[in-house]
């Protein structure tokens, strides 16, 4: 709205780095997209019933919740394992530098007012990319826990009712904030950040995206190769 979209200021160099392996790739695939899936259909159970059920027939309505429900439960599942390995596997990568701070007072370089884009200094990770996986990984495994608790409610010896309750409102809440956090960092990573999409896409990213978003470890991978 201010900016406009995060281009790269010298443009595509046209050498690929590479930034993620296969699996890393692979597995990043497996958590987004059942997360997508529940986030889309928790949202028919949790708030269909004021959003969509006046505008479709009690029955396409019953049948849209029936449907939802199923695969809300089907796809616990591969998140859960998809997710768990992500937060342990990419958690080293995630630890809070000295840089951090400066990355946020400048706002990720996103925000200029109109004057010379500034590009703050991160390393593999910015400050904004740990914060929303230190989310994802608190209110993730929020949603583990108490998904588990309410899908079956006997696994962890019986469950009362106020203790369901409060599953639910615990799940609830940190689907909202998890939601809304994925939200941003789909749009980020999607449309904003011109080249980001690419990371995701084939493991690689380009030298000039990796300069202009990431150059600590830009020039921490240019010393080990030399």
């Known amino acids: 709205m201010i900016n406009g979209r995060a281009k790269l200021s010298d443009g ?25 899936i529940l986030i889309l259909s928790g949202f028919v159970i949790g708030a269909g019933k004021v959003w969509l059920a006046p505008m479709m027939t009690p029955a396409h309505f019953h049948s849209l919740v029936y449907a939802s429900v199923l695969f809300h439960n089907i796809f616990a599942i591969p998140f859960i394992i998809a997710a768990v390995i992500l ?66 409610p006997g696994l962890f010896g019986t469950l009362s009712k106020n203790g369901a309750l409060l599953a639910l409102i615990i799940h609830i809440c940190s689907a909202i904030i998890l939601g809304a956090f994925s939200v941003v960092h789909i749009y980020m990573g999607a449309v904003m950040s011109e080249g980001g999409m690419e990371n995701m896409l084939s493991g690689k990213c380009d030298e000039n995206w990796a300069k202009q978003n990431h150059n600590l470890w830009y020039a921490k991978i240019q010393g080990q190769n030399k």
């Not at 951090?100 to 500034?118: C, E, Q, R, T, V």
Request: proline share 4%; hydrophobic share 50%; with cysteine.
């Open 87 to 152: 937060m342990v596997k990419w958690s080293r990568n995630q630890l809070p530098e000295s840089g951090d701070g400066k990355w946020f007072l400048a706002l990720g370089g996103y925000i200029n007012l109109g004057g010379k884009p500034k590009h703050p200094d991160a390393g593999f990770a910015n400050a904004g990319e740990k914060a929303f996986f230190w989310t994802f990984t608190i209110f993730g495994l929020a949603l583990v826990v108490t998904g588990l608790l309410l899908l079956f």
């Open 12 to 36: 595509f160099s046209g050498k690929l780095i590479q930034r993620w392996s296969v699996g890393d790739v692979v597995l990043h695939w497996c958590a987004a997209v059942p997360c997508i």
